[in-house]
């Protein structure tokens, strides 16, 4: 039986859809998306679609970026050409190849299961809180976890009707998921794949000649970024990339970046094995706890019927799942949204999980998932409560209007369902999106008013400060790049003395720390603006305690320096 009527499945998405939207208006978030809508930025301006160039924080001068691939940038520069350079046209690309992802989590449980399991696993993936973050702090990951996914679903489907059509499809998804973020794409896919082959014990599949178009169809997909490697490092071994020098860009991106990642080879993050199974906790809410269960679940109902392959259940969701989790766990650089490319397959197990229990009619054990998520709905109001009631106050009337449908429709849904798999859903999709809401239109919208990048560009706006006339001084900030729509000057103390005779006017970006050194240099200065700067993707009990927060941030002092005109050195007349 269906849980939910139609009806039901398009509000829900409809209001993700929504939320989705929301967060497109507010300023990116420094570090990394404000240094890739940079780099696009760049590409844009100096129309050179070929070279990745960003720009270091410690000497602050440009380099060749050699890490992530050129996708992300492209798409994002190709947005800016159609709409302008903006953080909703950087945005856009990454959100509208999301809805790619969902619907290929949805034909990929269709296929594997049937059409139920297939919505409630979109659903899932749509709603959980890391996806939505991540539709607003874009980065590759939004762009890697709808090609995966997409690519897998193709790949399934050759396997299930041997197409020529979908080998090509599923080859070419992987090959943008690489031209996303690396190999990592081909690992997830081929080991999920190959555990789908091995569980139907398919093995002469293995030796189908479709297999070479597939690869042919993967290396033309990723040939342009192939040849952009190429151009820009393969053919310039004199240039001194990632602290060495004759660094190819093609063994990079098929070999060396995932090496290095599992081994620590350039950075250590965090190289405790534990790191995301705390992280799933909060990564993929509301449904963190009811996906362990899933996988327990299905484990134990692997051992009970001894691995024989049977139409019940698969094992493309789960062994993928084992694999590639344990291989990122065991790797020496960890950060949280390396998780994202596995939420499709935590989706589709998560809905097959949910609807055994309801076919098999296991009421007490859905009664149990249904306290489990009440539970997790009462955590997700009051951390609402507590962020936009003590933390930033919300004082905007229409986003207090929005918050009281958010929670007229939660509370509906609490009365309206006696269906356990629908009391299991509906109320947990709608405290996620309750908490979304009030992220996308208050929480990060005062958030980022601490952000230097955005803050100065609308200070410059108000003020009539030229971009152009605007410095650095020892510091960067993506976002100031971004915002200001230029690679910023860096003015050392000597290039200072020369403008400050050169008798034009400038305007310095100084932080608290530099300051002393600004003042030794006896300058103009006519007019200083005060700006309150916290690394916001760091936040800590002290910045939000609003009584502790005037503690926690550092002002950062836009200077407006008069120069004066050095001396004529020439006589009268």
Known sequence: MNSLDKRW??????????????????????????????????????????????????????????????????????????????????????????????????????????????????????????????????RTDTLLTSFVIFGMWQLAEFVEKEKLRNIILGAAGVALGVASKGMISVLVCGTSIFCHIAYL??????????????????????????????????????????????????????????????????????????????????????WSILVYASVFGRIKRFWEIGLRSTKEIEMLTLGGILIIFHLMSASKFKLPHYLNILFPLFAILLA??????????????????????????????????????????????????????????????????????????????????????????NFYPRLLQYQLGNTVATLAKKEGIPPNKTFIYKRLAYSLDFYLQQTTPALTDSSIFQKNRTGVNFYLVVFDEHLEAVKSMNLNVTKTFTIPQFRVSRLDGKFLNPATRGAAFQNVLLLQINSKAAPSLSGPG
């Not at 479709?210 to 490697?229: E, M």
């Not at 990339?241 to 063994?251: A, E, L, R, T």
């Open 9 to 138: 499945y398009w509000l829900l998405f409809s209001l993700i859809g929504f939320i989705v939207f929301l967060g497109l208006f507010f300023p990116l978030i420094d570090p990394d998306a404000n240094e890739y809508a940079a780099i696009a930025m760049r590409m844009v301006q100096r129309n050179d679609f070929v070279n990745i160039i960003s720009r270091s924080h410690i000497t602050l001068q440009e380099f060749d970026y050699l890490d992530k691939p050129h996708l992300l940038f492209w798409l994002s520069a190709l947005s800016y050409k159609i709409f302008g350079i903006s953080d909703w046209a950087y945005r856009l690309p990454s959100i509208l190849f999301s809805a790619l992802g969902v619907y290929s989590t949805y034909r990929l449980g269709s296929l594997l299961y049937n059409k139920e399991v297939g919505k409630n696993a979109a659903l899932f993936f749509a709603s959980s809180l890391a996806i939505i973050l991540f539709n607003h702090d874009v």
């Open 201 to 286: 014990r398919k093995w002469k599949l293995l030796y189908n000649w479709k297999w070479l178009i597939g690869l042919l169809a993967f290396f033309i997909t990723l040939s342009p970024v192939l040849y952009c490697y190429y151009l820009q490092f393969d053919l310039h071994p004199e240039k001194f990339v990632n602290g060495s020098y004759g660094q190819s860009g093609i063994k990079y991106i098929l070999w060396t970046q995932s090496f290095e990642r599992l081994s620590g080879g350039r950075a250590t993050s965090s190289p405790e094995f534990s790191f995301f199974y705390h992280t799933m906790l909060w990564a993929i809410l509301p």
């Open 352 to 441: 097959s999980y949910l609807y055994n229990l309801q076919q098999k009619r296991k009421l007490k054990i859905l009664q149990k998932l249904i306290w489990v998520q009440y539970f997790i709905v009462g955590v997700l109001v009051l951390l609402t409560i507590v962020l936009n009631i003590w933390v930033f106050p919300v004082s905007n009337f229409w986003v207090l209007v929005g918050g009281v449908i958010f929670s007229g429709l939660l509370a509906y849904s609490f009365l309206k369902w006696r269906d356990s798999l629908a009391r299991i859903i509906v109320p947990s999709v709608l405290a996620i999106l309750l908490l979304s809401f009030f992220l996308n239109t």
